[in-house]
């Protein structure tokens, strides 16, 4: 198993997207996966960087209108800088608060991922608290996977937030898990925590990953502190459960 920064936990960093993939190379990470900043960078220089670094791509997060406004400019963006996997990172909670609402994103998604397949790459949908929600017909997460056979990137920590046991969703999905988010979290709190120090259970969630033979631990902190600190800091976690 490698291990990966998500970039969305460096955004604020006032520094080149290169750059910044220099400091995630010297931190120790096997790749990125990246997201935002990304689309307004020169793909080429940022290629060149992740050479430079020793980095792989391990994903990319793509927001959905963006897959469905322009799918060719989502393949070629993969295309330059070296990912197969892309990632659907949210939908708004109105998508999974009835029956109703589960099947049409079922559907929409399914739909996105048979069109990205046709061009070589590989859909993920990664969650966040507001898929754990009760529907008439079960938690809406389940529903979701019960009606697609798309991947599944698990975001543990925001599992356990919405009130689900990541290790058993790991297990239970595990055909359908190459990539899985550490993010850390307090359940008594809105306090984004530094990685290890909340409420996830980081050794049995990253011993599940490898019982399931996930390819990727991706760390994101969304509201880090110190950016800059937190990629060495991440990296440090991550090395002691791959």
Known sequence: MQTAIQLYTVRDIEKPLPEILTDVGEAGYDGV???????DADHTAVRTALDDAGLQ??????????IEDDVDAVVAAADALGYDDVVVPWLDPEH????????????????????????????????HDQEFVETDAGVAYELLAEQTD??????????LAGGADPVE?????????????????????DEVPALGEGDLDIPAVAEAAHEIGAEWLVYENDEPRDPVAAIPHGADVLSRHV
């Open 150 to 159: 798309f991947m599944l990137e698990l975001d543990a920590g925001w599992a």
């Open 57 to 66: 791509a391990a994903s990319a997060h793509v927001g959905i209108d963006a």
């Open 33 to 39: 996966e990246f997201a935002y900043r990304v689309e």
């Open 96 to 127: 999974w608060e009835s029956v109703e609402a589960v099947e049409a994103t079922a559907a929409r998604l399914s739909g996105l991922a048979e069109e990205l397949s046709e061009a070589g790459l590989t859909m993920h949908y990664h969650n």
């Open 169 to 189: 969703l790991l297990h239970r999905y595990r055909d359908r898990i190459s990539h899985v988010h550490l993010k850390d979290v307090n359940l008594d709190s």
